[in-house]
């Protein structure tokens, strides 16, 4: 099924249209359409999934009577006149303008659609190529497509679909309202677009392979990295940033005493809080002077060199705009300097240019403005690397002062100062000037950043020349901040750009280490048990681990969630958690399907088994759609990481073919692969008649355990060897070692608390009762196997439902191996996992398998019926199996009542025995 095809990354750089489509008879464009095409659902795949190893929106749209509705040339005139970005877009042809040919010759309503959308995406200021559509049922098509934003990609896709329904509704004109709605997503794109600052430490990040996620969509709050090596950042702030330093650098007063007091310069001046204190302090040191809210930033209300008390007055009132306390001071005579320091270290310098405007000859300052905001560099605040130039109160006061006005034509090449002060962030420039700066200044500069007690702040200074010797010059500390912008430093007007972003994430990770081992396991059956060896083996060693399985999370031995907890949030509780060192994930298909995983790469990958189940689901119609899925983590292995493969399974090939770390192959039979395998200098962990053996490259081949060396193994119960191999596979993979496995898995054990319903075997009065989750066919085949082991002689007893959101053929399947591997069946159903089905149809498909191979069960549509029966029927010695009753912490309390009351033999009533019990790690719900 294609649909469920991974990509490669060259592969999903292309936008993958319809290109195999029926062409249908047409329609008239201009005819009256009464059905419109409807989104149904979408959903957002955050990390790599089935589809494209990034993320991706899955939409699904019915297309009514559209379905047969082929664009034409006028269709494509229209719509490329309304986006001529989708002139770039190659689609199926291989070429740019390969989809315009497409729409001209004839494409259907989804593929434009798809196409549209990512359009739209690009025209706000999206960098998007991947996208595809594939018809569902019926009318029913599903449009995936690459996104940056949610809510953009949202917007964008029901914008394209209302567009592509008025133009096969033979609407005209328009350009307004798509006009109009893109600028509705421009908006949303602007306020969801990662600030340059953020970016640049992001782009850094990349660089160093080191995780990140944002946890905050307004404000911008990003985590980096993984476990304890987790940071968090928020704009140029780090986890890492005093906060007694940074009320310091925001309090413009208590921060200048402070530095006053450590002979460091400084403009004189005090606190007003009004406008008498602000003229009696002017009066005493001095005009001209500045003034500027005590605890503002970003330039707001500051207003410098006010030259008498008349200018000084104007200005007060537009200062207390912003705050009511005000520091007036001495203007310092210079240019104005930015220092960056990163760990005290002066890593860049810039001279701050204030906002001005330079005249033509012909056009009003007011003009020069709008010319000078339609520069692609210039956005809203702090969006893009230049702010736009805005007028306001400040610069109407500036220009006052000049004796100009807006309406003032200045002469071509003339400067025009719209403010005093500085700042990016109200519409200044830069100049690099980094390698300029004295060694002198530069130690100073340095030692204020430890005085305040940040590890990354911004030093605002004003010096006739920095390059000069610091003892030759006038200079002082005009400012501190604690929140530094990185605009002027990675993108300055003139000059080298420099690193910055590189320099923060060498001071958070001086090791370049952001991540910690990560073991990602899947499979068809035995996730949960295998996570939990895994998991056993690494915490035996030392490390602090994170586990998420299905049913809960833990922080070592602290469970810090419930329930079914095997997709990306449960991946993201583990890899957020700044205690873990060693993370464990059991990685199901409904995440990956669903919401695609929630990592970007693992260490190890571990593939257990590709066996028949969800078929039907998603989707899914096959094994070889199933194999597709779980190859996924094959394909999300780090290329110096480890894939973890099931040398017996029927896909182990194919798997190797996928795997982008070194295989390491597993198995109970050291079958012909395996054996070529290790021929050719491959690792192995293998049975070899009661031994558990490796075969390492240091080591050749290693003994590690007789199975009758560890408890839960019950002497080589096939399964659970099968689990344990895979275990060591992806333990020694992620580092570990071997020579420590055995001592270890000797104490491995699970409990009803811990894992309910995953082969937990109880002696109740001589019976062996087990609970498990076995679903599937060969999850019932395994189950029958350790059933078969405990009871040697004595009749086995299954107690079993289906699932019914399972195909028919699925079920029946089930019911047959049920009765291959049973002497005793007691089929029944549960209401909530009948899943749609009419009450007695699971049990009807059941039987009808049973019945193919001459065996009759027993129908009990009651379920806790069907369990009394079974117990009130035993004898000693049976053993008696109650498989997918979908046990939580609540019932299995109501199962252990009526294990220890229905006990009888020979159809009499026994007193209640003693409930002793004996857990072992088993099935698992995939």
């Given at each position: 099924?294609?649909?469920?095809?991974?990509?490669?990354?060259?592969?999903?750089?292309?936008?993958n249209?319809?290109d195999?489509?029926?062409?249908?008879?047409?329609?008239?464009?201009?005819?009256?359409?009464?059905?419109?095409?409807?989104?149904?659902?979408?959903?957002?795949l955050?990390?790599?999934?089935?589809?494209?190893?990034?993320?991706?929106?899955?939409?699904?749209?019915?297309?009514?009577?559209?379905?047969?509705?082929?664009?034409?040339?006028?269709?494509?005139?229209?719509?490329?006149?309304?986006?001529p970005?989708?002139?770039?877009?190659?689609c199926?042809?291989?070429?740019?303008?390969?989809?315009?040919?497409?729409?001209?010759?004839?494409?259907?309503?989804a593929?434009?659609i798809?196409?549209?959308?990512?359009?739209?995406?690009?025209?706000?200021?999206?960098?998007?190529?991947?996208?595809?559509?594939?018809?569902?049922?019926g009318?029913?098509?599903?449009?995936?497509?690459?996104?940056?934003?949610?809510?953009?990609?949202?917007?964008?896709?029901?914008?394209?679909?209302?567009?592509?329904?008025?133009?096969?509704?033979?609407?005209?004109?328009?350009?307004?309202?798509?006009?109009?709605?893109?600028?509705?997503?421009?908006e949303?794109?602007?306020?969801?677009?990662?600030?340059?600052?953020?970016?640049?430490?992001?782009?850094?990040?990349?660089?160093?392979?080191?995780?990140?996620?944002?946890?905050?969509e307004?404000?911008?709050?990003?985590?980096?990295?993984?476990?304890?090596?987790?940071?968090?950042?928020?704009?140029?702030?780090?986890?890492?940033?005093?906060?007694?330093?940074?009320?310091?650098?925001?309090?413009?007063?208590?921060?200048?005493?402070?530095?006053?007091?450590?002979?460091?310069?400084?403009?004189?001046?005090?606190?007003?809080?009004?406008?008498?204190?602000?003229?009696?302090?002017?009066?005493?040191?001095?005009?001209?002077?500045?003034?500027?809210?005590?605890?503002?930033?970003?330039?707001?209300?500051?207003?410098?060199?006010?030259?008498?008390?008349?200018?000084?007055?104007?200005?007060?009132?537009?200062?207390?705009?912003?705050?009511?306390?005000?520091?007036?001071?001495?203007?310092?005579?210079?240019?104005?300097?930015?220092?960056?320091?990163?760990n005290?270290e002066?890593?860049?310098?810039?001279?701050?240019?204030?906002?001005?405007?330079?005249?033509?000859?012909?056009?009003t300052?007011?003009?020069?403005?709008e010319?000078?905001?339609?520069?692609?560099?210039?956005?809203?605040?702090?969006?893009?690397?230049?702010?736009k130039?805005?007028?306001?109160?400040?610069?109407?006061?500036?220009?006052?002062?000049?004796?100009?006005?807006?309406?003032?034509?200045?002469?071509?090449?003339?400067?025009?100062?719209?403010?005093?002060?500085?700042?990016?962030?109200?519409?200044?420039?830069a100049?690099?000037?980094?390698?300029?700066?004295?060694?002198?200044?530069?130690?100073?500069?340095?030692?204020?950043?430890?005085?305040?007690?940040?590890?990354?702040?911004?030093?605002?200074?004003?010096?006739?020349?920095?390059?000069?010797?610091?003892?030759?010059?006038?200079?002082?500390?005009?400012?501190?901040?604690?929140?530094?912008?990185?605009?002027?430093?990675?993108?300055?007007?003139?000059?080298?750009?420099?690193?910055?972003?590189?320099?923060?994430?060498?001071?958070?990770?001086?090791?370049?280490?952001?991540?910690?081992?990560?073991?990602?396991?899947?499979?068809?059956?035995?996730?949960?048990?295998?996570s939990?060896?895994?998991?056993?083996?690494?915490?035996?060693?030392?490390?602090?681990?994170?586990?998420?399985?299905?049913?809960?999370?833990?922080?070592?031995?602290?469970?810090?969630?419930?329930?079914?907890?095997?997709?990306?949030?449960?991946?993201?509780?583990?890899?957020?958690?700044?205690?873990?060192?060693?993370?464990?994930?059991?990685?199901?298909?409904?995440?990956?399907?669903?919401?695609?995983?929630?990592?970007?790469?693992?260490?190890?990958?571990?593939?257990?088994n590709?066996?028949?189940?969800?078929?039907g689901?998603?989707?899914?119609?096959?094994?070889?759609?199933?194999?597709?899925?779980?190859?996924?983590?094959?394909?999300?292995?780090?290329?110096?990481?480890?894939?973890?493969?099931?040398?017996?399974?029927?896909?182990?090939?194919?798997?190797?073919?996928?795997?982008?770390?070194?295989?390491?192959?597993?198995?109970?039979?050291?079958?012909?692969?395996?054996?070529?395998?290790?021929?050719?200098?491959?690792?192995?962990?293998?049975?070899?008649?009661?031994?558990?053996v490796?075969?390492?490259?240091?080591?050749?081949?290693?003994e590690?355990?007789?199975?009758?060396?560890?408890?839960?193994?019950?002497?080589?119960?096939?399964?659970?060897?099968?689990?344990?191999?895979?275990?060591?596979?992806?333990?020694?993979?992620?580092?570990?070692?071997?020579?420590?496995?055995?001592?270890?898995?000797?104490?491995?054990?699970?409990?009803?608390?811990?894992?309910?319903?995953?082969?937990?075997?109880?002696?109740?009065?001589?019976?062996?009762?087990?609970?498990?989750?076995?679903?599937?066919?060969d999850?019932?085949?395994?189950?029958?196997?350790?059933?078969?082991?405990?009871?040697?002689?004595?009749?086995?007893?299954?107690?079993?439902?289906?699932?019914?959101?399972?195909?028919?053929?699925?079920?029946?399947?089930?019911?047959?191996?049920?009765?291959?591997?049973?002497?005793?069946?007691?089929?029944?159903?549960?209401?909530?996992?009948?899943?749609?089905?009419?009450?007695?149809?699971?049990?009807?498909?059941?039987?009808?398998?049973?019945?193919?191979?001459?065996?009759?069960?027993?129908?009990?549509?009651?379920?806790?019926?069907?369990?009394?029966?079974?117990?009130?029927?035993?004898?000693?010695?049976?053993?008696?199996?109650?498989?997918?009753?979908?046990?939580?912490?609540?019932?299995?309390?109501?199962?252990?009542?009526?294990?220890?009351?229905?006990?009888?033999?020979?159809?009499?009533?026994?007193?209640?025995?003693?409930?002793?019990?004996?857990?072992?790690?088993?099935?698992?719900?995939?």
């Amino acid at each position: 099924m294609s649909d469920f095809k991974i990509p490669d990354l060259s592969q999903a750089q292309k936008i993958n249209g319809v290109d195999s489509m029926k062409i249908y008879d047409r329609k008239n464009i201009g005819e009256e359409i009464e059905q419109k095409i409807e989104l149904n659902r979408k959903r957002f795949l955050e990390g790599p999934n089935v589809h494209a190893l990034f993320p991706v929106m899955e939409a699904y749209v019915d297309l009514g009577d559209l379905v047969e509705t082929p664009s034409d040339k006028d269709f494509a005139e229209k719509v490329v006149e309304l986006l001529p970005e989708l002139k770039e877009h190659s689609c199926s042809k291989g070429y740019k303008g390969g989809f315009v040919e497409r729409l001209e010759e004839g494409t259907y309503p989804a593929h434009i659609i798809e196409h549209i959308a990512i359009s739209i995406q690009n025209t706000v200021g999206a960098d998007l190529s991947f996208g595809k559509s594939r018809r569902e049922e019926g009318s029913v098509y599903k449009i995936v497509m690459g996104y940056e934003y949610a809510s953009v990609a949202s917007s964008a896709l029901e914008l394209s679909i209302e567009l592509v329904n008025r133009l096969l509704a033979g609407e005209m004109d328009l350009k307004n309202f798509f006009e109009d709605g893109l600028e509705e997503i421009r908006e949303v794109f602007l306020k969801e677009k990662i600030g340059p600052s953020t970016s640049a430490i992001l782009k850094a990040a990349e660089k160093k392979d080191i995780p990140y996620k944002r946890i905050d969509e307004e404000y911008s709050l990003f985590s980096l990295g993984w476990g304890k090596n987790r940071k968090l950042i928020w704009g140029p702030e780090t986890s890492e940033t005093s906060l007694i330093g940074s009320e310091i650098g925001q309090e413009k007063d208590t921060c200048k005493d402070l530095l006053s007091d450590l002979g460091l310069p400084v403009p004189r001046g005090e606190v007003a809080t009004s406008m008498k204190e602000a003229l009696d302090i002017a009066e005493h040191i001095g005009y001209p002077v500045v003034i500027k809210p005590v605890s503002g930033n970003h330039g707001n209300g500051v207003l410098v060199n006010l030259k008498n008390p008349d200018e000084l007055t104007e200005a007060f009132s537009v200062a207390k705009e912003h705050a009511s306390y005000i520091l007036v001071e001495k203007y310092l005579k210079g240019e104005d300097y930015r220092a960056l320091i990163v760990n005290h270290e002066v890593v860049a310098v810039a001279k701050r240019i204030p906002a001005h405007v330079v005249g033509d000859g012909s056009s009003t300052i007011k003009e020069l403005v709008e010319l000078a905001n339609k520069d692609p560099k210039r956005g809203e605040d702090h969006e893009s690397v230049l702010t736009k130039l805005s007028i306001d109160e400040e610069v109407k006061i500036n220009l006052e002062q000049q004796g100009l006005t807006l309406d003032h034509v200045p002469k071509n090449g003339e400067n025009v100062w719209l403010r005093r002060t500085a700042n990016i962030s109200t519409g200044g420039t830069a100049i690099d000037h980094t390698e300029d700066i004295d060694e002198g200044l530069k130690r100073i500069l340095e030692r204020t950043s430890r005085i305040i007690g940040l590890d990354l702040m911004g030093v605002d200074i004003i010096a006739e020349d920095i390059s000069r010797p610091v003892e030759e010059i006038n200079w002082g500390i005009i400012e501190v901040n604690s929140s530094p912008g990185l605009r002027m430093h990675i993108s300055p007007s003139a000059g080298e750009p420099q690193p910055v972003g590189e320099k923060i994430i060498d001071h958070l990770y001086p090791s370049g280490e952001g991540r910690i081992p990560l073991v990602a396991i899947t499979g068809t059956n035995g996730k949960t048990t295998t996570s939990r060896m895994v998991e056993c083996l690494g915490r035996n060693q030392g490390h602090h681990t994170g586990l998420a399985v299905t049913g809960g999370i833990w922080s070592n031995d602290l469970k810090v969630a419930d329930g079914d907890t095997t997709g990306p949030w449960s991946a993201n509780v583990v890899l957020q958690d700044p205690q873990v060192d060693y993370a464990v994930l059991e990685t199901a298909r409904g995440g990956m399907v669903k919401r695609g995983l929630g990592f970007d790469k693992a260490d190890v990958g571990v593939v257990l088994n590709i066996r028949e189940d969800h078929i039907g689901l998603d989707g899914v119609e096959d094994r070889d759609d199933i194999f597709w899925i779980k190859s996924l983590l094959m394909e999300v292995t780090d290329e110096e990481g480890s894939c973890v493969i099931n040398g017996n399974d029927d896909y182990a090939e194919r798997l190797i073919e996928k795997a982008r770390g070194t295989p390491i192959l597993f198995g109970v039979e050291k079958n012909q692969l395996i054996e070529e395998h290790i021929d050719q200098g491959g690792e192995a962990f293998v049975l070899e008649g009661n031994e558990l053996v490796a075969y390492l490259m240091d080591e050749k081949r290693k003994e590690i355990a007789n199975v009758k060396d560890l408890p839960y193994l019950r002497g080589g119960v096939k399964m659970l060897v099968e689990n344990t191999l895979a275990a060591m596979s992806a333990a020694y993979a992620s580092g570990l070692k071997v020579d420590r496995f055995k001592t270890a898995l000797m104490d491995f054990q699970t409990n009803e608390e811990t894992t309910p319903g995953r082969l937990n075997v109880f002696d109740v009065e001589g019976r062996n009762v087990v609970i498990d989750y076995a679903h599937n066919s060969d999850g019932l085949k395994n189950l029958s196997d350790f059933a078969e082991n405990l009871a040697g002689e004595n009749r086995k007893t299954l107690v079993y439902t289906g699932l019914g959101d399972r195909s028919d053929e699925s079920l029946v399947e089930n019911g047959k191996t049920a009765a291959e591997g049973f002497d005793k069946l007691i089929f029944t159903e549960k209401d909530d996992l009948r899943r749609g089905r009419e009450s007695g149809e699971i049990l009807s498909l059941l039987q009808k398998g049973s019945h193919s191979i001459g065996k009759d069960p027993i129908n009990i549509e009651d379920m806790w019926e069907a369990v009394s029966s079974a117990m009130r029927e035993s004898y000693p010695g049976d053993v008696i199996v109650y498989a997918n009753l979908d046990l939580t912490s609540e019932n299995l309390e109501s199962y252990f009542e009526i294990l220890e009351n229905e006990i009888s033999v020979g159809g009499t009533r026994r007193d209640q025995g003693n409930l002793e019990t004996q857990v072992y790690a088993g099935k698992d719900r995939a």
